[in-house]
Nanobody, 114 residues
Framework: QVQLVESGGGLVQAGGSLRLSCTAS????????MGWYRQAPGKQRELVAS??????NYADSVLGRFTISRDNAKNTVYLQMNSLKPEDTAVYSC?????????WGQGTQVTVSS
């Protein structure tokens, strides 16, 4: 089993920054894909960014503003969010995929005020 614990959400003014962290524990294999998804009220969950071995992927809406990174020694993935906009307000959830299994964190609220 895999457990994911997120931290770093909160309330920030538009133009501000936040850094989300997600640490995985349990049976972690050397190759996996970690990512961040978000879901705003009344909207479908969407991929924000993902990272695997040397490859990153971003949603067009966050390209140039958000940066995903990982520390493999700590099994931790980070999401640095800069130039935040009110439309970035959502519950952000960490995701890990390995060996055809997907695991989710509990989610952390990010609220951007205008």
């Amino acid at each position: 089993q895999v457990q994911l614990v997120e931290s770093g959400g909160g309330l920030v003014q538009a133009g501000g920054s936040l850094r989300l962290s997600c640490t995985a524990s349990g049976s972690i294999f050397s190759y996996n894909v970690m990512g961040w998804y978000r879901q705003a009220p009344g909207k479908q969950r969407e991929l924000v960014a993902s990272i695997s071995a040397g490859t990153t992927n971003y949603a067009d809406s966050v390209l140039g503003r958000f940066t995903i990174s990982r520390d493999n020694a700590k099994n931790t993935v980070y999401l640095q969010m800069n130039s935040l906009k009110p439309e970035d307000t959502a519950v952000y959830s960490c995701n890990l995929v390995q060996r055809f299994e997907a695991y989710w964190g509990q989610g952390t609220q990010v609220t951007v005020s205008s």
